[in-house]
């Protein structure tokens, strides 16, 4: 197994674990952290992997972290409202 495919699984492994923690400022720190750490991953998976495993473990990354990826949705989806108007 390539070393980024390891990577990723620890990587999922520590945002399962995280998540799992209490926390009071309702986990955007962890998310910011583990979106900083992710990237790079990502990257890396791309790279040894191809472009198809790469959207695999981007898919993985998104359903873990859904609300950093929901709340620009959501910003740009009412900027797209306004400037419709």
Do not use: F, K
Request: net charge positive; proline share 7%; glycine share 10%.
């Amino acid at each position: 197994m390539p070393v980024s495919l390891v990577l990723a699984c620890l990587w999922a492994v520590a945002a399962n674990l995280l998540a799992m923690l209490p926390s009071r400022d309702r986990h955007w720190r962890r998310a910011y952290l583990l979106i900083a750490l992710g990237v790079p991953v990502l990257g890396l998976v791309t790279w040894e992997n191809g472009p198809w495993i790469g959207l695999l473990v981007l898919a993985a990354g998104m359903s873990v972290l859904r609300w950093p990826v929901i709340h620009p949705g959501r910003w740009l989806r009412r900027l797209g409202q306004r400037s419709g108007s």
